[in-house]
């Protein structure tokens, strides 16, 4: 397993890497449109081809690795804290506290937050960058991300509690924060952690999806969701192969950072 | 002998294409289910359809040559300058349950149509003053009906009335058309059957539609729909998209045909509400006819047409498109695409490019936001070319997609937006159904509705030649206002024209008879004639 | 006992009611939901068009208007649909059994596959086994719900399956943590070091220490499902409430969209207490 750790952890670093330098790795910048060479398969030029606007595949895809690949394990890390605290804290603090709690948390699943996204749309300003916009997006994907979780998470305390060494430790005058820091927290990691490693996929593809809101990033920046969601004109309508190559990066990222969590998840 | 062989052929042949192309089933799909069948309530495309399948009307006008034909009526004459109108009504026409037609059925219709409660852009237009409609049934074959005041397009407006039956027990559900609903699965599917009291025959003397049912299945989806269509499992397509006309050409060029520019075209204007929520410079900006010359100079109209239409678009001079063959001013020619000229234009008029970065006279940075809806990719490539083009004249765009309803709730309420990119869908070639757009006072007045005086001297024309060509019957005179009024937008750019989209439809080979229109509906506006193969 | 259920009961109805009025607010609050799209007609004029406004503002006062539907509801009037001009009832009682068939389906798909999975993962211990649970699991949630529809439509396959594959990594993922966190539980460390035989060991001590954990999962896996099973509907046509939810939302249809939140809290609501109340149950009969 250690070479496998070693892998993951270079493709993580070169993603980074190339995020990072995209504009040295990157053969065009992302909104440049080579209208004469609309829709055209790999080239020396263009290796993955271009788009319908002649814009390079590979220079959006590396940009697109930049704003989902950073933004959305922020977004996930947000979500996780709060499944974490709001399950944790009810699971940790039992009876009315826990109905209420996780009645709340019943109801945040059952609203329709769609209007809420169309509200805070319509709220923000018109000319906001395309960073400032994405950034707003996965912030609120990470606001609202936590429901599922926190009812996993109550239910996993509750056991923790009860469990032999929490009870020793709680003999021992063990109470309160301390109990939750050093008892309880590292027996749920492996819940969180799931948390963590599911949301950073669903996030990416939810920013795209809110593009139908308003939301998301705008035009002409690309984001790894977006890429992946004009996989719809693959299926149907255009099946080049090289138009997969953001569903294969996302894969293998999100591969990466599992292997690398693991650890985290199957050793508490 | 070779004469009798030669005979026996010509028999098979015949026969066989009598036989094999008489009745059958046409399938094709709704995009949603239909809100009502209830012909004057129709506002939603899909019961459009139905009305249009199922519906009789006294005239039509034909989609290919533009005229209108007799149908219910059949002659009619126009009198009082457009106040009144007498039809004259053919005889023995039955609805599809057996009740009769006749004149009390289109004063009933008429009344109905006029009932305070309906709100379509029909019986708007028939609303042309105060005061009632008269309705004088000669006999039952003759009608006289008088309005209040002219009503301009009076005869084309009756494309649009569909006449129920004042009668019948199944009221508004008894048709006149070919066809009349049979079965409603809502959600899924609407089926229409032949209407055997249908009064149309063809030249031959066989009764008319040639088709024994129509099937409309619900299919919200256009490639799914595409993906039915490639598996035989619908017959034709009324509107594709340039990427799946693209994809149904490369399997079989005959499963698609292009019907040439429609009615459709995709624009953009600027804000020029005087209380709208943006800042005091940029209302200057967008009210400055230079300014909106440059911007729609520097967009290259042939690039959006050939990279988001595919070719399927011709770069638009206004919203007439050529194929609308009376009303189009021929006479007018786009300026080409010129990001130089464009540049120039500005500098005229006082701003100035520092750093790749255009400037107005007070120096504020010269930038923009465009609306558009969500989830139009069509749209949503459009304005990220417009950004490409208008970053080379140094002007920064913002694309912001946004619901259809909250865009509708800016555009039209709180006038929140600074540029707005969308299309308009006309049904109808005549001027006189734009009489809101381009009134001053009109309601879709866009880039300003509902002013209380005309805010400049040439909306001040353009309102002026807009009555004067919804005040007269004389044809020429009419056209010769609309082509003034298409000269002054082209000049003065309220609106920029974007492109003219085509027709696309898909139509099956099996379907004969088949002429596709570049107006609605564009691939069975002839629904009596189509014909299928035998299967 | 019976106590206990009524209180459950009561929470359940406040909490569906509490559900619909704010969903009612949310959409009433949200932009655009006076305009119509029958407004952009050419030629309609000025009354038309604020006639059109004015009947989507009549159900403008949200207490006023929840208040109505909820006397409606006591009388099996669900209220009519705005977009699609039909009454709620109609839609609902022809579109709802094809959802919880199709959700029924995917969840069984999902929690089949991921507990062989995950006890597959258990039993053979092999890394290829988890490697190749894990990228399968992670391609899945990688691809957006479309086009994995779009893929099994194309192939002629009912696209409720995506739905299905959809929620498996969760449920994998989420099982196998489980498993392997009962495992280093120092009784089972005791039984494993005793000799005791895999599945005995999964029946008789992973699986009673997994199942609180479990049965809130099959609750939160329904709310998983729903969330996956709305795009499917929507993008493949399916006849179900996902589509009909779309439809609503795009158009402001209020009364559509209350009655749908209602339905959606109802199910997630109610299957999640259903776990809490078995997992009581369950926990109470091991003490």
Redesign the interface.
């Known amino acids: 397993m250690k070479i496998l750790h070693k892998i993951a952890l270079a493709v993580l670093l070169s993603t980074a890497l190339a995020s990072v330098f995209a504009r040295y790795i990157a053969p065009a910048g992302y909104e440049q449109q080579f209208r004469d060479e609309a829709q055209a398969g790999p080239s020396l030029h263009h290796p993955l081809g271009t788009d319908e606007l002649g814009r390079d595949r590979f220079a959006r895809l590396v940009y697109g690795m930049r704003v989902s690949l950073f933004l959305a394990p922020l977004a996930a890390l947000l979500s996780t804290i709060l499944a974490a605290a709001v399950g944790g804290v009810a699971g940790f603090c039992g009876g009315w506290v826990e109905r209420i709690v996780m009645g709340a948390t019943d109801l945040f699943l059952a609203l329709p937050w769609l209007f809420l996204l169309i509200t805070v749309r319509a709220v923000l300003p018109l000319n906001l960058s395309p960073m400032t916009s994405v950034i707003i997006t996965f912030a609120l994907l990470g606001i609202l991300g936590w429901a599922p979780a926190a009812r996993v998470i109550c239910a996993g305390a509750k056991q923790v509690l009860q469990s032999d060494f929490v009870w020793g430790a709680r003999a021992r005058g063990c109470g309160g924060l301390r109990l939750i820091r050093v008892h309880l927290l590292p027996s749920l990691r492996p819940a969180l952690a799931a948390q963590f490693f599911l949301s950073i996929p669903v996030f990416i593809i939810a920013e795209a999806n809110l593009g139908a809101l308003g939301l998301g990033v705008s035009e002409p920046l690309p984001s790894l969701g977006g890429l992946v969601c004009e996989l719809q004109d693959f299926v149907m309508l255009r099946p080049e192969p090289w138009r997969l190559a953001p569903l294969v990066v996302l894969i293998v990222v999100i591969g990466a950072f599992q292997v690398l969590l693991s650890k985290q998840e199957v050793h508490a | 002998m070779r004469a009798k062989g030669l005979l026996v052929s010509l028999v098979l042949l015949c026969s066989s294409a009598v036989f094999a192309q008489h009745g059958g089933e046409l399938r094709f799909c709704l995009r949603s289910d239909p809100k009502t069948f209830n012909p004057l309530l129709v506002n939603d495309d899909a019961s459009e359809t139905v009305r249009y399948l199922t519906a009789g009307f006294l005239l039509r006008v034909n989609r290919l040559t533009q005229l209108p034909e007799p149908e219910l009526a059949s002659s009619w004459k126009v009198l009082d300058g457009g106040k009144s109108i007498r039809f004259k009504l053919r005889s023995d026409v039955r609805y599809s349950d057996g009740t009769p037609f006749s004149a009390a059925d289109v004063a009933y219709t008429m009344q109905q149509l006029l009932d305070p409660a309906i709100h379509s852009a029909t019986s708007d237009a028939f609303r042309s003053g105060e005061g009632k409609l008269v309705t004088r049934v000669l006999s039952p074959t003759s009608i006289e009906l008088t309005f209040p005041a002219p009503v301009a397009n009076l005869i084309s407006l009756f494309d649009g009335v569909p006449i129920i039956s004042s009668a019948s027990p199944q009221k508004e559900m008894a048709a006149l058309g070919p066809f009349f609903v049979a079965e409603h699965k809502a959600g899924a599917f609407v089926l229409l059957k032949r209407n055997p009291n249908y009064w149309k025959k063809d030249v031959q003397g066989r009764q008319l539609p040639y088709l024994d049912s129509i099937r409309l299945d619900v299919e919200q989806n256009p490639d799914i729909e595409a993906m039915r269509y490639q598996r035989g499992e619908v017959d034709l397509i009324n509107t594709v998209s340039p990427a799946i006309y693209e994809k149904l050409s490369s399997v079989n060029a005959s499963f698609v045909r292009d019907a040439g520019p429609s009615t459709d075209a995709e624009e953009m204007w600027f804000n020029q509400v005087p209380s709208a929520p943006i800042p005091g410079y940029k209302k200057q900006w967008f009210t400055s006819t230079a300014f909106r010359r440059a911007v729609s100079d520097a967009i290259n109209r042939e690039d959006v047409a050939r990279l988001v239409f595919r070719g399927h678009a011709v770069p638009a001079i206004g919203n007439v498109p050529p194929s609308n063959k009376f009303w189009f001013n021929s006479s007018l020619r786009r300026d080409a695409y010129d990001a130089a000229g464009a540049l120039r234009r500005l500098q005229s008029d006082g701003f100035r490019l520092e750093n790749q970065q255009l400037r107005d006279k007070s120096g504020n940075p010269v930038e923009f936001s465009i609306v558009t809806n969500a989830g139009n990719r069509s749209r949503e490539q459009m304005a990220t070319m417009i950004q490409q083009d208008l970053k080379k004249i140094g002007i920064k765009v913002n694309v912001v997609t946004l619901d259809f309803n909250s865009l509708l709730e800016r555009m039209t309420q709180t006038f929140n937006y600074e540029a707005c990119l969308l299309g308009t869908v006309n049904g109808d070639l005549d001027p006189s159904s734009q009489m809101t757009m381009w009134l001053s006072s009109g309601e879709d007045h866009i880039w300003n509705p509902k002013e209380k005086a005309p805010a400049t001297p040439w909306e001040a024309e353009i309102d002026k030649q807009m009555r004067i060509q919804a005040s007269t019957l004389d044809l020429h005179r009419r056209k010769a206002a609309w082509d003034q009024v298409q000269k002054i937008a082209l000049e003065q750019a309220p609106v920029i024209y974007l492109v003219n989209k085509d027709s696309l439809v898909a139509i099956s080979p099996q379907v004969k008879n088949a002429q596709p229109s570049p107006f609605r509906p564009q691939a069975y506006w002839n629904i009596e004639t189509l014909m299928l193969a035998r299967r | 006992m019976l106590r206990s259920l009524s209180l459950a009961l009561l929470?359940f109805v406040v909490?569906?009611l509490?559900?619909g009025l704010?969903?009612a607010t949310?959409?009433r609050?949200?932009?655009?939901?006076?305009?119509?799209?029958?407004?952009?007609?050419?030629?309609?004029?000025?009354?038309?068009?604020q006639?059109?406004r004015q009947a989507r503002l009549a159900d403008g006062n949200i207490p006023r208007f929840y208040l109505h539907y909820l006397n409606g509801l006591l009388h099996g009037n669900l209220g009519r649909s705005q977009?699609?001009?039909?009454p709620v009832r109609?839609?609902l009682r022809?579109?709802l059994p094809v959802s919880l068939r199709s959700l029924g389906f995917a969840l069984l798909l999902a929690w089949s596959f991921g507990l062989a999975f995950a006890v597959g993962a258990f039993r053979v211990r092999s890394?290829w086994l988890v490697m190749a649970a894990?990228?399968s699991g992670?391609?899945l949630?990688?691809?957006?719900?479309?086009?994995l529809a779009?893929?099994f439509?194309?192939m002629r396959w009912p696209p409720v399956l995506a739905v299905g594959l959809l929620v498996f990594?969760?449920i994998y993922?989420?099982t196998r943590?489980?498993i392997?966190?009962c495992l280093?539980m120092?009784h089972i460390v005791v039984a494993r070091a005793k000799g005791v035989g895999p599945w005995r060991l999964l029946s008789w001590h992973v699986v009673p220490?997994a199942i609180?954990?479990l049965?809130?999962?099959v609750?939160?896996s329904i709310?998983?499902g729903l969330g996956a099973l709305l795009?499917v509907e929507?993008?493949?046509?399916l006849?179900g409430i996902g589509?009909l939810?779309w439809?609503a939302?795009?158009?402001?249809d209020l009364p559509l969209?209350v009655n749908?939140?209602l339905v959606?809290?109802c199910l997630?609501?109610g299957a999640?207490?259903c776990c809490?109340q078995l997992?009581r149950v369950v926990g109470r009969a091991a003490a």
Not at chain 3, 141 to 147: C, D, F, N, Q, W
Not at chain 3, 249 to 252: G, I, L, T, V, Y
């Open positions: 929470r909490l569906v509490v559900a704010a969903g949310l959409v609050v949200a932009p655009g939901f006076s305009s119509d799209e029958q407004e952009l007609t050419p030629g309609l004029s000025s009354e038309s068009i006639a059109i977009s699609l001009n039909q109609d839609l022809d579109r890394r894990d990228s992670g391609a949630i990688s691809t957006p719900a479309a086009v779009l893929v439509l194309m990594p969760k993922r989420y943590n489980l392997e966190e280093e120092p220490s609180p954990q049965i809130a999962l609750g939160v709310s998983m795009p929507v993008f493949c046509d006849p589509q939810a439809t939302a795009q158009s402001r969209l749908l939140t959606v809290s997630t609501i999640i207490m809490d997992r």
